[in-house]
Structure formats: C-alpha cells, structure tokens
C-alpha cells in the first residue's frame, strides 16, 4: 500500500498522462495537487514509485509516465465516476427514443457507446447456443394461419407466421400454445423438441408443425457482434504495427467474444494492458459489463481504447449503457 502523499503523486501523474500523454514532472503535481511539498521532495517520491514498478522514466530528463501497474493502482482508488451532464443526456435520449429489432438495437447501442466514450464500443449478445426460451405463443391470423411469438432470454423476438394445411379452431390453437409453452419455456434455443402428443389430432399436428418451425428458425447458434468507432482508437498509437495488430483484432468476432468472456470470468470489468489476455492489446484497455434481461445474463457490452483512456467517465458510460439497455429489452420482453 502507498501513503496517502505517494497515492495523491500517483494519481496525479495518471491523470496528467491521460489527458496530455506527455510525461508528467514533478513542478506539475506540485501545481496540481495538494501535497504541501517542495518539487524536490515530489520527485524523491516519484523515485521511489519508479522503484516500485509504478512509474517509468522515458528519458534520463524527462518527467514519468505510468506503468501497468499504477494504471490499475489508479484505477482500482478512483472509485465510482460520473457521466458528464452532456453524455449523460446523450444516453437518456438515445434510449427514450430506442426501439425496434434487437440486432439495430444491439447495433445503435454500440454507436452512442463510441460516441459518448471516444473509444472503439463493442456490444456482443449471448450466444445462441446458452439462450433460453422465455415465452412461446401461437396467434391465430386466419382459420389456417396463425403466428409463432418466442421471447428469448437475451430479449430477441422471433416471429414466424406459419400456414397450416387444414382449418384450425382458436380454441385448439390455445390448447397447441399451451403445450408447446409448456415445454419448450426455459428450453435452449438449440434443443427445441415436440412435447408427446396429447391425443387430440387437430391439436398435435399443429404443435408438431410449430415445433419444428422453431427448430429450424432457431438452430443457427451465433454470436451477434457489434463494433463501432473503430477509427476513433486510430490516434492512439505512434507506431502503425500496434494499430495494425488493434484493428486485426477487432474483425475478428470469435476473438472478440472469447476475449470479453475470459475477461469477464476473471472477475474483472477493467483489464489493463497484459491482464487482457491479448499481446496485441498490450497498450490498450478494456471496460466491460454484462447486460441482463429480467434479471438472467444476455450480453455484453464494453471499450476498448488506449491505456491512458479517462477510466472514471468511460466506466460510469459502460456502467450506464449497460443498465438501461438491460432494462429496455426487459421491457419489451
């Protein structure tokens, strides 16, 4: 643990770093923070936090820039940020307003995301594969037409209108919807089977149909991948192999879903630099957090932007993002 005049030093190199990316002298954390020292005494503190691996020196005369290490430190102390009143009410617009299929939503999403945070936003949604069913209802249209509703976990609706061979009464049409939610709710998408015949033929044929119409709408296991403002993390690095590894990276949508999974697992909604698990990212961070729909995970959504990314407002955004989207599928679920 650092002493609260080592901590205040630190904090205040990071902070500089971040917003200047020049490194940070001593003069300047007398200037800005409250320390009461002399310079002298600030850059013996900085000394020893270079010793201690939270600080490096760039050039025998410079001023230091932080480490790995003091970015988590920095991270890990700055507790709890605010969105901005502007991002903030750049939010709650978008999200008043936000409506229609889950793949725009999940797409708009991730637009404001990068907009609000200056940084590459990604927004995954559940694999299919771990996705439940949530509610199934067959809507009668016409004495031999009737609609296939399915809520999903991840608070995607699948509509499928289906005509049937032969007239079928609204009351044997109840009857099917009845059984087949009865066994399908709670089902995965990719074990989608006919509940056994109930002895009524109307009725089976129909739940029979429907369950096989499911079946084939709902087999595609994926992962659907969102990625916006990847031009925004383009003035982030000097040397042109680092953002060609960064960009490389993001076209690939199995990467990307296994690198926030493992992030996630780790427990971690920051990872910095090495603790992405990626040695392209090396330079980069991540913010994440998962998104829930009545109350059961169905994505997730985070940044990824340089390590000298403003930490406080881009977790508050992911933090906010990540809220209100959960809340809207849940209720238009």
């Given at each position: 643990?650092?002493?609260?005049?080592?901590?205040?030093?630190?904090?205040?190199?990071?902070?500089?770093?971040?917003?200047?990316?020049?490194?940070?002298?001593?003069?300047h954390v007398v200037a800005?923070?409250?320390?009461?020292?002399?310079?002298?005494?600030?850059?013996?503190?900085?000394?020893?936090?270079?010793?201690?691996?939270?600080?490096?020196?760039?050039?025998?005369?410079?001023?230091?820039?932080?480490?790995?290490?003091?970015?988590?430190?920095?991270?890990?102390?700055?507790?709890?940020?605010?969105?901005?009143?502007?991002?903030?009410?750049?939010?709650?617009?978008?999200?008043?307003?936000?409506?229609?299929?889950?793949?725009?939503?999940?797409?708009?999403?991730?637009?404001?995301?990068?907009?609000?945070?200056?940084?590459?936003?990604?927004?995954?949604?559940?694999?299919?594969?771990?996705?439940?069913?949530?509610?199934?209802?067959?809507?009668?249209?016409?004495?031999?037409?009737?609609?296939?509703?399915?809520?999903?976990?991840?608070?995607?609706?699948?509509?499928?209108?289906?005509?049937?061979?032969?007239?079928?009464?609204?009351?044997?049409?109840?009857?099917?919807?009845?059984?087949?939610?009865?066994?399908?709710?709670?089902?995965?998408?990719?074990?989608?089977?006919?509940?056994?015949?109930?002895?009524?033929?109307?009725?089976?044929?129909?739940?029979?149909?429907?369950?096989?119409?499911?079946?084939?709408?709902?087999?595609?296991?994926?992962?659907n991948v969102f990625v916006?403002?990847?031009?925004?993390?383009?003035?982030?690095?000097?040397?042109?192999?680092?953002?060609?590894?960064?960009?490389?990276?993001?076209?690939?949508?199995?990467?990307?879903?296994?690198?926030?999974?493992?992030?996630?697992?780790?427990?971690?909604?920051?990872?910095?630099?090495?603790?992405?698990?990626?040695?392209?990212?090396?330079?980069?961070?991540?913010?994440?957090?998962?998104?829930?729909?009545?109350?059961?995970?169905?994505?997730?959504?985070?940044?990824?932007?340089?390590?000298?990314?403003?930490?406080?407002?881009?977790?508050?955004?992911?933090?906010?993002?990540?809220?209100?989207?959960?809340?809207?599928?849940?209720?238009?679920?």
């Open positions: 643990m650092l002493d609260d005049r080592k901590s205040a030093i630190l904090r205040a190199v990071v902070q500089t770093y971040i917003e200047t990316a020049q490194p940070v002298g001593s003069s800005a923070t409250a320390v009461g020292v002399s310079p002298a005494t600030v850059r013996s503190d900085m000394t020893v936090l270079e010793r201690e691996g939270y600080l490096v020196q760039p050039h025998t005369s410079a001023g230091r820039v932080p480490t790995e290490k003091g970015y988590r430190y920095f991270v890990d102390t700055i507790g709890p940020g605010e969105l901005s009143t502007e991002h903030a009410r750049t939010v709650r617009a978008f999200f008043a307003k936000a409506h229609g299929e889950l793949e725009e939503m999940l797409r708009s999403t991730s637009k404001v995301l990068s907009q609000v945070t200056s940084t590459t936003a990604v927004v995954i949604a559940e694999p299919q594969e771990t996705t439940t069913i949530r509610s199934v209802q067959l809507v009668d249209l016409s004495p031999t037409l009737y609609l296939i509703v399915v809520v999903l976990s991840s608070g995607e609706i699948v509509k499928k209108s289906v005509d049937h061979a032969q007239e079928i009464s609204a009351d044997d049409l109840g009857w099917a919807s009845r059984a087949l939610a009865g066994h399908l709710v709670g089902c995965q998408v990719g074990s989608v089977t006919a509940p056994p015949p109930g002895g009524e033929p109307a009725v089976d044929a129909v739940v029979l149909e429907a369950a096989e119409v499911l079946r084939t709408a709902l087999g595609d296991a994926r992962s916006e403002g990847t031009s925004l993390i383009a003035g982030a690095f000097d040397l042109t192999s680092t953002l060609h590894d960064v960009l490389g990276l993001l076209e690939q949508q199995l990467t990307i879903v296994t690198l926030l999974r493992d992030v996630m697992d780790r427990g971690l909604t920051v990872a910095i630099g090495s603790e992405t698990g990626e040695a392209s990212l090396a330079d980069c961070s991540l913010v994440i957090a998962p998104y829930r729909v009545a109350g059961e995970t169905a994505g997730t959504i985070g940044v990824l932007g340089p390590t000298r990314m403003n930490y406080s407002e881009t977790v508050a955004a992911v933090a906010a993002v990540s809220e209100r989207l959960g809340k809207l599928l849940s209720e238009g679920s």
